[in-house]
Structure formats: structure tokens, C-alpha cells
């Protein structure tokens, strides 16, 4: 299995025009805490270089104009892009608990027979190598016997500055991430604890939530309609079509609200084509 690690980022104000993906991958063949860089052979990998940002110089500004919108709006926008961005079922664990939007630092859990690495030990690592803003992503298959994510994980979390998680799984000790304010979305709640229950299987790689795929740097979001996964290279052209999708709805809201007739207003936009690709010419 290939666990890839992020080289240490140098001071700075922001992320600049860049996400981060210089990586730096080696072999889990056994306990993860024996399997240090040091210790094994490595090799440095850049993966999806020169991903430039045009009308947004920096990721800060995107996320917050994502964070405007809804996940609703992004959800149409994925599907006039006939993207697959939409897992279903994984939702706020609590009224109020707060939207998340920003990119992806994934992590995978396993079963016990698949690796003997320590789940605590590994998630630890994968929140250290995420940066302020990550979002934490947790592919546990969509387990609802396991633990995937609990309160020493939830600290490290909020302590290190990531805007939140995200769980294909349950999680526990919901009250400690409510007191700490730290966003955390999953398909359900347990109470059994994480150890010796599964296993850890790497971190800063591909993963999916409900059979989508996130790879490290997507964007994600959160909200209390669900999840929504935007490829980084699609992030600028899903931005401008999730606000063009809210200022229809808008535009028909209005329109009602000023006493035309509810079919005419939804009929005039177009609205039932408004997730369709563009036609040609």
C-alpha cells in the first residue's frame, strides 16, 4: 500500500496560485509506526503540478465563494458538467453543526487483516499533514459497526486548524467536536472506540465517499443537504455554474413572490434544462 506524504510547507501568508502536491510516497508493509521515511526507501513525486487558478489568485477566495453557495447549487452545477460529485448519505451530526468547504486531505481505514498499522497512530498522521483549511477526508467503505474517527483525532483536528471532516462511516464523542465547533459529517453516530477494530491504510491518497472519488486537494463540501466532491482542475468552471444555477432560483423566488404564476416564472428560465450541457454551436 502507498502512503504519501506532503514535503513540510515553508512559511507563508497563503496558498498562492498552486495547491500543494509535492508528495513524498513509501511502502506501509507492516506497523505504521515502523515505517518512517528514514527508515524506508523514498522517492519524491510531483502529482497534479501547475493546477493554476485564473479569476481567483489564490484557493482562500474560491472557498470563500463556495462558501456562499449551497450544496444543492453545486450538486446542479456537477451535473450540467456531467461530473459524479454527489455521495449520498453522509450528513451533519448535529443541528447547527457548521458548513465545511475547502480541499481534501484523505485518509483510508481498513480492516484488521489488511494492515497492522495502528488506526489512532495513522489518523494522527494524516491530520498533521493536512494544512489550516483541510478538510479531513475518511474512507472507511461506509462502516456502521466501526468507529472512524474520535475525540483525541477530533482535538488534533481542531487543534491544527482543519475546517473539519468528513466520514464514508460513523463517528463518536459528537459532544466534544459541538464544544470545540469543529464541523463533522458521517452516516451515523457509535460509542465503541476505534482501536483494534480496523486498521489504518494510508493517507494523501485517492479515496471515495459513497463510491465518489476525492483525491488529495479536491475541493469538498459540506452543508445540511449533504456532501458534494469538486475535481480541483473543474473548481473555477463549477464555481460560475453553481452561481448562475442560485441566481435562477432566485430570479424564479422573485418572480413569485411578485404574483406571477409559479409555472410561467419556472417555465420562462428554463429551469428544467438548466443542468443540461450547453448545446453546440
Keep these: 500500500m502507498v502512503v504519501m506524504r506532503r514535503s513540510a510547507p515553508g512559511p507563508e501568508k497563503n496558498r498562492g496560485p498552486e495547491w ?5 510516497m513509501f511502502l506501509l508493509k507492516g506497523p ?12 519524491r513525486a510531483k502529482i497534479f503540478k501547475g493546477r493554476q487558478m485564473n479569476a481567483h489568485s489564490n484557493l482562500d477566495g474560491m472557498i470563500a465563494e463556495y462558501m456562499q453557495l449551497a450544496t444543492t447549487n453545486v450538486s446542479d452545477a456537477l451535473d450540467r458538467l456531467r461530473l459524479d460529485g454527489a455521495p449520498q448519505g ?13 480541499p481534501a486531505a484523505t485518509m483510508k481505514l481498513v480492516p484488521v487483516g489488511e494492515s497492522s498499522a495502528s488506526p489512532v497512530s495513522g489518523s494522527l498522521e494524516a491530520v498533521m499533514a493536512g494544512r489550516p483549511g483541510d478538510v479531513l ?7 456502521m459497526e466501526v468507529n472512524s474517527y474520535g475525540g483525541i483525532v477530533g482535538f488534533t483536528t481542531h ?34 472506540s476505534i482501536r483494534n477494530r480496523c486498521a489504518f491504510g494510508g493517507f494523501g491518497i485517492e479515496v471515495q465517499l459513497g463510491g465518489v ?14 456532501v458534494v466532491v469538486i475535481p480541483k482542475e473543474n473548481a473555477e468552471e463549477a464555481l460560475t455554474i453553481t452561481k448562475e444555477c442560485k441566481t435562477t432560483e ?9 404574483g406571477e404564476n409559479p409555472v410561467d416564472a419556472h417555465e420562462k428560465v428554463r429551469y428544467d434544462s438548466m443542468t443540461s450541457p450547453p448545446r453546440p454551436g
Design 20 to 24: 500543494p502536491f509535492e508528495a513524498r
Design 32 to 43: 505504521y509506526e515502523k515505517c518512517r521515511p528514514e527508515e524506508k526507501p523514498t522517492f
Design 90 to 102: 453522509i450528513f451533519p451530526l448535529w443541528p447547527g453543526c457548521r458548513k465545511i468547504v475547502g
Design 137 to 143: 477526508v475518511i474512507d472507511h467503505g461506509g462502516n
Design 159 to 192: 487543534h491544527r486548524k482543519l475546517s473539519g471532516c468528513i466520514i464514508d462511516g460513523v463517528a463518536r464523542d459528537v459532544d466534544e467536536y459541538k464544544e470545540l465547533d469543529l464541523p463533522v459529517y458521517a452516516r451515523g453516530i457509535v460509542q465503541q
Design 213 to 226: 472519488r476525492v483525491r488529495p486537494g479536491d475541493l469538498v463540501m459540506s452543508d445540511g443537504n449533504g
Design 250 to 258: 432566485e430570479r424564479i423566488v422573485e418572480a413569485i413572490r411578485g
